[in-house]
């Protein structure tokens, strides 16, 4: 898991980019662009905490949006799935140093930061 870190709407956030989530996911209502309710399981995560999805959403700005970021009851942390932004149009790619996500469609980087550090930059 790389952490990196993204700004929402009211105040920057940590976002964790997870190669084995399948959905990418958050307890921060102010992350989303639209967001609708959604009756969803109850999940586990963490030692011994549950949640339950409560809505689903797109979070984003102008250069990168990702749909179906689920709305977690509970969730403490923002996780950021891999293969989301693979299913997105975008292509994640890594090297010695970087992990770079990169727009299908004009090929432009959306994204790029240093692998196994902390990150500042903010992104959304």
């Not at 102008?62 to 969730?75: A, E, M, P, Q, T």
């Amino acid at each position: 898991m790389m952490q990196v870190f993204l700004r929402g709407m009211e105040k920057q956030k940590s976002w964790y980019l997870d190669n084995g989530c399948s959905q990418g996911m958050t307890g921060e209502k102010s992350m989303f662009q639209t967001l609708a309710k959604k009756e969803g399981a109850d999940m586990g995560f963490g030692v011994n905490q549950k949640g339950k999805v409560i809505g689903m959403g797109t979070i984003g700005n102008s250069s990168i949006s990702i749909n179906n970021v689920w709305f977690v009851d509970g969730l403490r942390h923002n996780l950021l799935s891999i293969s989301q932004f693979c299913d997105s149009g975008y292509e994640v790619m890594f090297d010695k140093s970087n992990c770079i996500i990169i727009h299908n469609t004009d090929k432009s980087i959306v994204i790029k930061v240093k692998r196994k550090t902390m990150l500042t930059k903010s992104f959304f």
